[in-house]
Protein backbone atom coordinates (compact mmCIF):
# COMPACT_ATOMS: atom_id res chain seq x y z
CA UNK A 1 0.00 0.00 0.00
CA UNK A 2 1.43 3.53 -0.95
CA UNK A 3 2.02 6.15 1.96
CA UNK A 4 -1.10 8.08 2.65
CA UNK A 5 -0.17 11.68 2.53
CA UNK A 6 -1.69 15.15 3.21
CA UNK A 7 -1.84 17.35 -0.05
CA UNK A 8 1.28 19.50 -0.60
CA UNK A 9 1.14 22.83 1.38
CA UNK A 10 -1.89 21.41 3.57
CA UNK A 11 -1.32 20.06 7.68
CA UNK A 12 -3.02 17.86 9.84
CA UNK A 13 -3.72 20.18 13.31
CA UNK A 14 -3.53 17.87 16.54
CA UNK A 15 -3.68 17.93 20.24
CA UNK A 16 -1.44 20.39 21.29
CA UNK A 17 -1.48 22.43 17.73
CA UNK A 18 -5.48 21.93 18.10
CA UNK A 19 -5.64 23.54 21.10
CA UNK A 20 -2.90 26.64 20.39
CA UNK A 21 -5.92 27.38 17.09
CA UNK A 22 -8.66 27.14 19.52
CA UNK A 23 -7.48 29.22 21.73
CA UNK A 24 -6.19 31.63 18.68
CA UNK A 25 -9.31 31.82 17.51
CA UNK A 26 -11.20 32.26 20.96
CA UNK A 27 -9.19 35.36 22.01
CA UNK A 28 -10.05 36.79 18.70
CA UNK A 29 -13.52 36.58 18.70
CA UNK A 30 -13.47 37.91 21.81
CA UNK A 31 -11.51 40.83 21.05
CA UNK A 32 -13.64 41.23 17.79
CA UNK A 33 -16.77 41.46 20.15
CA UNK A 34 -15.38 43.69 22.45
CA UNK A 35 -14.72 46.24 19.93
CA UNK A 36 -18.42 45.87 18.33
CA UNK A 37 -18.31 43.64 15.16
CA UNK A 38 -20.52 40.99 14.89
CA UNK A 39 -19.94 37.81 13.19
CA UNK A 40 -20.37 36.43 9.65
CA UNK A 41 -20.31 33.61 7.44
CA UNK A 42 -19.72 32.39 3.83
CA UNK A 43 -19.35 29.45 1.60
CA UNK A 44 -15.82 28.48 1.27
CA UNK A 45 -16.35 28.13 -2.35
CA UNK A 46 -17.61 30.94 -4.80
CA UNK A 47 -18.04 31.28 -8.51
CA UNK A 48 -14.97 31.69 -10.81
CA UNK A 49 -16.80 35.45 -11.81
CA UNK A 50 -16.78 36.71 -8.23
CA UNK A 51 -14.21 35.55 -7.28
CA UNK A 52 -12.08 37.00 -10.61
CA UNK A 53 -14.00 40.41 -9.79
CA UNK A 54 -11.02 41.23 -7.43
CA UNK A 55 -8.93 41.70 -10.07
CA UNK A 56 -5.45 41.51 -10.03
CA UNK A 57 -2.39 38.98 -11.55
CA UNK A 58 -1.96 37.06 -8.56
CA UNK A 59 -6.05 35.98 -8.28
CA UNK A 60 -5.86 33.29 -11.61
CA UNK A 61 -2.13 32.10 -10.48
CA UNK A 62 -2.41 31.33 -6.70
CA UNK A 63 -6.74 30.57 -6.49
CA UNK A 64 -7.75 26.49 -6.41
CA UNK A 65 -9.90 27.01 -9.61
CA UNK A 66 -11.96 23.94 -11.34
CA UNK A 67 -14.82 22.93 -12.81
CA UNK A 68 -17.26 21.18 -10.86
CA UNK A 69 -20.08 18.46 -11.62
CA UNK A 70 -22.83 20.97 -13.14
CA UNK A 71 -20.16 22.21 -15.47
CA UNK A 72 -19.77 25.83 -13.36
CA UNK A 73 -16.01 27.56 -12.77
CA UNK A 74 -15.89 27.96 -9.27
CA UNK A 75 -12.72 28.19 -6.82
CA UNK A 76 -11.65 27.56 -2.90
CA UNK A 77 -11.72 31.48 -1.37
CA UNK A 78 -8.71 32.63 -0.94
CA UNK A 79 -9.52 34.94 1.49
CA UNK A 80 -12.02 36.31 3.54
CA UNK A 81 -12.65 39.82 2.26
CA UNK A 82 -13.95 38.61 -1.13
CA UNK A 83 -17.04 37.39 0.15
CA UNK A 84 -17.56 39.90 2.20
CA UNK A 85 -17.71 42.42 -0.67
CA UNK A 86 -20.02 40.07 -2.42
CA UNK A 87 -22.32 39.91 0.47
CA UNK A 88 -22.29 43.53 1.25
CA UNK A 89 -22.86 44.46 -2.49
CA UNK A 90 -25.93 42.01 -3.02
CA UNK A 91 -27.14 43.37 0.52
CA UNK A 92 -27.22 47.37 0.10
CA UNK A 93 -29.75 48.19 2.63
CA UNK A 94 -27.34 46.73 5.73
CA UNK A 95 -26.87 49.68 8.14
CA UNK A 96 -23.40 51.55 8.23
CA UNK A 97 -21.12 51.54 9.36
CA UNK A 98 -21.63 47.31 9.07
CA UNK A 99 -18.58 46.12 11.01
CA UNK A 100 -17.83 42.30 10.73
CA UNK A 101 -15.72 40.02 12.30
CA UNK A 102 -14.93 36.24 9.98
CA UNK A 103 -13.09 33.31 11.24
CA UNK A 104 -12.07 30.36 8.62
CA UNK A 105 -10.60 28.71 6.52
CA UNK A 106 -8.65 30.00 3.24
CA UNK A 107 -6.74 28.38 0.07
CA UNK A 108 -4.14 29.94 -1.80
CA UNK A 109 -2.15 28.01 -4.39
CA UNK A 110 1.31 29.03 -3.66
CA UNK A 111 4.87 27.57 -3.05
CA UNK A 112 4.93 25.97 0.13
CA UNK A 113 7.91 26.89 2.79
CA UNK A 114 8.28 27.85 6.43
CA UNK A 115 5.19 29.36 7.66
CA UNK A 116 3.91 29.48 4.41
CA UNK A 117 0.93 26.64 3.90
CA UNK A 118 -1.67 26.40 0.63
CA UNK A 119 -4.49 25.77 3.58
CA UNK A 120 -4.61 28.70 6.32
CA UNK A 121 -6.64 30.12 8.77
CA UNK A 122 -7.50 33.79 9.25
CA UNK A 123 -9.13 36.37 11.39
CA UNK A 124 -10.69 39.38 10.08
CA UNK A 125 -12.21 42.36 10.90
CA UNK A 126 -13.75 44.82 8.78
CA UNK A 127 -15.66 48.13 8.37
CA UNK A 128 -17.71 48.46 5.45
CA UNK A 129 -19.70 52.50 5.04
CA UNK A 130 -16.81 54.59 6.93
CA UNK A 131 -15.12 57.17 4.92
CA UNK A 132 -12.98 58.19 8.24
CA UNK A 133 -8.99 56.95 8.56
CA UNK A 134 -10.27 56.67 12.43
CA UNK A 135 -11.77 53.03 10.89
CA UNK A 136 -8.08 51.97 9.83
CA UNK A 137 -6.51 53.04 12.96
CA UNK A 138 -9.19 50.95 14.76
CA UNK A 139 -8.60 47.86 12.97
CA UNK A 140 -4.86 47.79 13.40
CA UNK A 141 -6.03 48.73 16.96
CA UNK A 142 -8.33 45.26 17.31
CA UNK A 143 -5.26 43.65 15.77
CA UNK A 144 -2.92 45.44 18.52
CA UNK A 145 -5.15 44.45 20.67
CA UNK A 146 -5.11 40.39 20.01
CA UNK A 147 -1.49 40.36 19.73
CA UNK A 148 -0.73 42.04 23.11
CA UNK A 149 -3.21 39.09 24.74
CA UNK A 150 -1.16 36.17 22.91
CA UNK A 151 2.47 37.24 22.65
CA UNK A 152 2.61 40.29 25.02
CA UNK A 153 5.19 42.41 23.11
CA UNK A 154 7.93 41.36 20.29
CA UNK A 155 5.59 42.59 17.46
CA UNK A 156 5.11 45.50 15.05
CA UNK A 157 2.86 46.78 12.66
CA UNK A 158 4.02 48.31 9.64
CA UNK A 159 1.77 50.89 8.13
CA UNK A 160 2.14 53.10 4.35
CA UNK A 161 -0.45 54.53 1.87
CA UNK A 162 -1.34 54.09 -1.25
CA UNK A 163 -1.58 57.05 -2.06
CA UNK A 164 1.51 57.93 -0.63
CA UNK A 165 2.92 55.22 -2.87
CA UNK A 166 1.01 57.01 -6.02
CA UNK A 167 2.52 60.03 -4.81
CA UNK A 168 6.16 58.53 -5.11
CA UNK A 169 5.79 56.84 -8.65
CA UNK A 170 4.10 60.62 -9.94
CA UNK A 171 6.95 62.49 -8.14
CA UNK A 172 9.56 59.65 -9.96
CA UNK A 173 7.65 60.74 -13.21
CA UNK A 174 6.01 57.30 -13.62
CA UNK A 175 2.88 57.21 -15.98
CA UNK A 176 -0.40 55.93 -14.23
CA UNK A 177 -0.33 53.29 -16.52
CA UNK A 178 3.19 51.64 -14.72
CA UNK A 179 2.35 52.86 -11.11
CA UNK A 180 1.02 49.79 -10.57
CA UNK A 181 3.99 47.69 -11.66
CA UNK A 182 6.36 49.43 -9.09
CA UNK A 183 3.96 48.64 -6.41
CA UNK A 184 4.55 44.65 -6.92
CA UNK A 185 7.66 45.24 -7.24
CA UNK A 186 8.12 47.43 -4.05
CA UNK A 187 6.16 44.42 -2.68
CA UNK A 188 8.75 42.11 -2.84
CA UNK A 189 11.25 44.38 -1.24
CA UNK A 190 11.96 41.50 1.32
CA UNK A 191 12.29 38.65 -0.77
CA UNK A 192 14.23 39.99 -3.23
CA UNK A 193 16.26 42.92 -1.85
CA UNK A 194 16.93 46.24 -3.27
CA UNK A 195 19.02 44.69 -6.79
CA UNK A 196 15.93 42.29 -7.07
CA UNK A 197 14.02 45.23 -6.59
CA UNK A 198 16.08 47.55 -9.48
CA UNK A 199 16.23 44.24 -11.85
CA UNK A 200 12.27 43.88 -11.23
CA UNK A 201 11.24 47.85 -11.99
CA UNK A 202 13.52 47.50 -15.24
CA UNK A 203 11.89 44.65 -16.65
CA UNK A 204 8.33 46.32 -15.46
CA UNK A 205 9.46 49.07 -18.11
CA UNK A 206 10.33 51.55 -15.41
CA UNK A 207 13.68 53.35 -16.05
CA UNK A 208 16.92 53.82 -14.03
CA UNK A 209 16.57 57.47 -12.82
CA UNK A 210 13.03 56.58 -11.66
CA UNK A 211 14.16 53.38 -10.78
CA UNK A 212 17.29 55.21 -8.18
CA UNK A 213 14.59 57.48 -6.93
CA UNK A 214 12.02 55.41 -5.81
CA UNK A 215 14.47 52.19 -4.19
CA UNK A 216 16.22 55.76 -2.34
CA UNK A 217 12.71 56.85 -1.07
CA UNK A 218 11.62 53.49 -0.12
CA UNK A 219 14.07 53.38 2.73
CA UNK A 220 12.68 55.62 4.53
CA UNK A 221 10.87 54.60 7.46
CA UNK A 222 10.51 55.25 11.16
CA UNK A 223 7.87 55.85 14.61
CA UNK A 224 5.85 58.88 15.21
CA UNK A 225 4.61 61.71 12.95
CA UNK A 226 8.83 62.64 13.22
CA UNK A 227 9.13 60.23 10.27
CA UNK A 228 6.22 61.39 8.22
CA UNK A 229 8.00 64.90 7.98
CA UNK A 230 10.40 62.72 5.77
CA UNK A 231 7.77 61.21 4.07
CA UNK A 232 6.26 65.11 2.90
CA UNK A 233 10.02 66.23 2.10
CA UNK A 234 10.30 63.27 -0.28
CA UNK A 235 6.87 64.17 -1.68
CA UNK A 236 6.72 68.05 -1.85
CA UNK A 237 4.65 69.38 -4.76
CA UNK A 238 2.22 65.71 -4.76
CA UNK A 239 -1.48 66.93 -3.91
CA UNK A 240 -2.19 62.80 -3.54
CA UNK A 241 1.00 61.66 -1.89
CA UNK A 242 0.18 64.53 0.75
CA UNK A 243 -3.11 63.32 1.10
CA UNK A 244 -2.14 59.62 1.95
CA UNK A 245 0.36 61.94 4.45
CA UNK A 246 -2.42 63.81 5.98
CA UNK A 247 -4.13 60.27 6.41
CA UNK A 248 -1.18 58.84 8.39
CA UNK A 249 -0.63 61.66 10.24
CA UNK A 250 -4.29 61.04 11.71
CA UNK A 251 -3.41 57.56 12.65
CA UNK A 252 -0.08 58.31 14.05
CA UNK A 253 -1.92 61.04 16.73
CA UNK A 254 -4.91 57.83 17.14
CA UNK A 255 -2.35 55.42 18.20
CA UNK A 256 -0.04 58.08 20.47
CA UNK A 257 -2.95 59.44 22.21
CA UNK A 258 -4.00 54.76 22.73
CA UNK A 259 -0.33 54.55 24.03
CA UNK A 260 0.70 51.94 21.29
CA UNK A 261 3.11 53.95 19.04
CA UNK A 262 5.70 51.66 20.06
CA UNK A 263 4.30 49.25 17.96
CA UNK A 264 3.73 50.65 14.75
CA UNK A 265 6.59 51.74 12.28
CA UNK A 266 5.60 53.91 9.15
CA UNK A 267 7.44 52.17 6.01
CA UNK A 268 7.64 53.71 2.75
CA UNK A 269 8.41 50.38 1.50
CA UNK A 270 5.26 48.91 2.37
CA UNK A 271 3.30 48.51 -0.54
CA UNK A 272 1.02 45.15 -0.63
CA UNK A 273 0.39 43.23 -4.18
CA UNK A 274 -2.96 43.48 -4.58
CA UNK A 275 -4.58 45.72 -6.68
CA UNK A 276 -7.87 46.75 -4.81
CA UNK A 277 -6.22 48.86 -1.62
CA UNK A 278 -6.81 52.70 -2.30
CA UNK A 279 -5.75 54.20 1.04
CA UNK A 280 -3.66 52.80 4.29
CA UNK A 281 -2.76 49.25 4.09
CA UNK A 282 -0.78 47.15 7.20
CA UNK A 283 1.49 44.56 7.60
CA UNK A 284 2.63 42.68 11.45
CA UNK A 285 5.38 40.61 11.67
CA UNK A 286 6.47 38.80 14.83
CA UNK A 287 9.92 39.75 15.35
CA UNK A 288 11.71 36.70 17.08
CA UNK A 289 12.01 32.80 16.04
CA UNK A 290 10.11 31.24 14.37
CA UNK A 291 10.61 33.50 11.53
CA UNK A 292 7.10 33.02 9.42
CA UNK A 293 6.81 36.11 7.73
CA UNK A 294 3.46 38.00 7.75
CA UNK A 295 1.16 37.16 10.65
CA UNK A 296 -1.50 40.11 9.66
CA UNK A 297 -1.82 42.28 6.57
CA UNK A 298 -4.92 44.38 5.06
CA UNK A 299 -5.92 48.09 4.29
CA UNK A 300 -8.45 50.41 2.73
CA UNK A 301 -10.52 49.30 -0.45
CA UNK A 302 -12.79 52.18 -1.41
CA UNK A 303 -13.60 50.63 -4.56
CA UNK A 304 -13.63 46.75 -4.02
CA UNK A 305 -17.39 46.23 -3.09
CA UNK A 306 -18.69 48.13 -6.80
CA UNK A 307 -16.32 45.44 -8.69
CA UNK A 308 -18.89 43.18 -7.12
CA UNK A 309 -22.27 44.79 -8.51
CA UNK A 310 -22.66 47.15 -5.46
CA UNK A 311 -23.47 50.21 -4.54
CA UNK A 312 -19.91 52.47 -3.77
CA UNK A 313 -18.76 51.80 -0.45
CA UNK A 314 -16.03 52.73 1.64
CA UNK A 315 -14.09 49.82 3.27
CA UNK A 316 -11.10 48.96 5.13
CA UNK A 317 -9.84 45.60 7.15
CA UNK A 318 -7.26 43.74 8.33
CA UNK A 319 -6.92 39.88 8.61
CA UNK A 320 -4.96 37.90 11.23
CA UNK A 321 -2.79 34.81 10.21
CA UNK A 322 -3.52 32.17 12.61
CA UNK A 323 -1.49 29.48 11.17
CA UNK A 324 0.93 31.52 11.18
CA UNK A 325 0.46 31.96 14.66
CA UNK A 326 0.32 28.57 15.68
CA UNK A 327 3.71 28.06 14.61
CA UNK A 328 5.03 30.76 16.90
CA UNK A 329 3.19 30.20 19.53
CA UNK A 330 4.10 26.61 19.95
CA UNK A 331 7.72 27.42 19.22
CA UNK A 332 7.65 30.35 21.94
CA UNK A 333 6.58 27.15 24.89
CA UNK A 334 3.25 28.72 25.76
CA UNK A 335 1.58 25.69 24.14
CA UNK A 336 1.45 23.64 27.24
CA UNK A 337 -0.25 26.39 29.26
CA UNK A 338 -3.30 26.56 27.00
CA UNK A 339 -3.51 22.25 27.38
CA UNK A 340 -7.23 21.46 28.94
CA UNK A 341 -7.32 20.54 32.39
CA UNK A 342 -9.44 17.36 33.04
CA UNK A 343 -11.45 17.60 35.98
CA UNK A 344 -12.68 13.70 36.66
CA UNK A 345 -10.98 10.46 34.95
CA UNK A 346 -13.59 7.41 35.48
CA UNK A 347 -11.26 4.08 36.08
CA UNK A 348 -13.73 0.99 36.07
CA UNK A 349 -12.01 -1.67 37.43
CA UNK A 350 -13.17 -4.58 35.30
CA UNK A 351 -15.52 -4.35 32.30
CA UNK A 352 -18.29 -5.14 34.79
CA UNK A 353 -18.04 -1.82 36.32
CA UNK A 354 -18.49 0.35 33.07
CA UNK A 355 -22.12 0.60 33.06
CA UNK A 356 -21.82 2.14 36.29
CA UNK A 357 -18.65 4.59 35.62
CA UNK A 358 -20.54 5.19 32.36
CA UNK A 359 -23.36 6.16 34.46
CA UNK A 360 -21.68 8.83 36.56
CA UNK A 361 -20.15 10.34 33.83
CA UNK A 362 -23.19 11.29 32.48
CA UNK A 363 -24.73 12.93 35.77
CA UNK A 364 -20.93 14.74 36.36
CA UNK A 365 -21.15 16.00 33.21
CA UNK A 366 -24.73 17.16 33.69
CA UNK A 367 -23.78 19.13 36.65
CA UNK A 368 -20.80 20.65 34.45
CA UNK A 369 -17.85 18.67 35.05
CA UNK A 370 -15.38 17.69 32.33
CA UNK A 371 -15.51 13.90 32.47
CA UNK A 372 -13.57 11.42 30.74
CA UNK A 373 -14.37 7.46 31.43
CA UNK A 374 -11.48 4.47 29.98
CA UNK A 375 -12.98 2.13 28.05
CA UNK A 376 -9.94 0.32 26.82
CA UNK A 377 -10.40 -2.02 29.84
CA UNK A 378 -6.77 -1.82 31.38
CA UNK A 379 -5.34 -2.38 34.87
CA UNK A 380 -5.81 0.13 37.43
CA UNK A 381 -2.10 0.76 37.25
CA UNK A 382 -2.21 1.59 33.52
CA UNK A 383 -5.58 3.42 34.12
CA UNK A 384 -4.07 5.61 36.59
CA UNK A 385 -1.05 6.68 34.62
CA UNK A 386 -3.39 7.74 31.17
CA UNK A 387 -5.37 9.81 33.92
CA UNK A 388 -2.00 11.74 34.62
CA UNK A 389 -1.71 11.96 30.74
CA UNK A 390 -5.08 13.42 30.42
CA UNK A 391 -4.02 16.09 33.05
CA UNK A 392 -6.43 14.37 35.49
CA UNK A 393 -7.28 17.06 38.67
CA UNK A 394 -9.23 13.49 39.88
CA UNK A 395 -9.65 9.91 39.50
CA UNK A 396 -12.95 8.09 40.63
CA UNK A 397 -12.35 4.15 40.81
CA UNK A 398 -15.28 2.23 39.97
CA UNK A 399 -14.72 -1.01 42.02
CA UNK A 400 -17.66 -3.75 43.23
CA UNK A 401 -16.71 -3.84 46.74
CA UNK A 402 -16.69 -0.18 46.94
CA UNK A 403 -19.99 0.21 44.75
CA UNK A 404 -21.67 -2.68 47.94
CA UNK A 405 -21.20 -0.18 50.15
CA UNK A 406 -22.78 2.58 48.44
CA UNK A 407 -19.57 4.04 48.03
CA UNK A 408 -16.60 4.83 45.24
CA UNK A 409 -12.76 5.72 45.69
CA UNK A 410 -11.60 9.38 44.57
CA UNK A 411 -7.62 9.87 44.20
CA UNK A 412 -6.44 13.42 44.14
CA UNK A 413 -4.20 13.40 41.08
CA UNK A 414 -2.15 15.89 42.60
CA UNK A 415 -1.39 14.55 45.97
CA UNK A 416 -1.96 11.29 45.15
CA UNK A 417 -4.75 10.76 48.46
CA UNK A 418 -7.75 9.04 48.03
CA UNK A 419 -10.44 8.86 50.21
CA UNK A 420 -13.81 6.50 49.89
CA UNK A 421 -17.22 8.85 49.52
CA UNK A 422 -20.83 8.11 49.42
CA UNK A 423 -21.99 7.59 45.83
CA UNK A 424 -24.98 10.97 46.94
CA UNK A 425 -22.15 13.02 47.80
CA UNK A 426 -20.32 12.39 44.59
CA UNK A 427 -21.37 15.59 43.17
CA UNK A 428 -21.11 17.95 46.05
CA UNK A 429 -17.62 16.61 47.10
CA UNK A 430 -16.40 16.90 43.66
CA UNK A 431 -17.81 20.83 43.79
CA UNK A 432 -15.95 21.90 46.78
CA UNK A 433 -12.67 20.18 45.93
CA UNK A 434 -12.23 21.50 42.74
CA UNK A 435 -13.64 25.18 43.73
CA UNK A 436 -10.34 24.83 46.00
CA UNK A 437 -8.12 24.31 43.45
Known amino acids: MSEMRTVRGMRDLMGLEMQVKNYLMETAIQVFEQYGYEPLDSPVMELWETLSAKGGEEVEAETFKFTDKGDRDVGLRFDLTVPLARIVATNPHLPKPFKRYAVGKAWRYDRPQAGRYREFEQADVDIVGAESVAADAEVVLVALEFLKRVLGSNYLIRINNRKVLR??????????????????????????????VLQELESRGIGKEQSNFLIDAIAIKGSGKSVLKKFRNILIG?????????????????????????????????????????????????????????????????????????????????????????????????????????????????????????????????????????????????????????????????????????????RDMTSKKTKQVKIESLTGYLAKALEKD
Open 167 to 196: GMTEKAGVTDDLAFECFRAIDKLDKIGKEG
Open 238 to 410: SDIGNEGIDELTLMAEIFEESGVSQFIEFDMSLARGLDYYTGPVFEGRYLGEPEVGSILGGGRYDRLIEKFGGLSAPATGISLGIGRLIDVVIARGMGKELMKQLDIFIAPINRNMLRYAISFQTKLVQAGFSCEVDLMERPLKKILEQADLKNAKYTIIVGERDLEKGEVSI
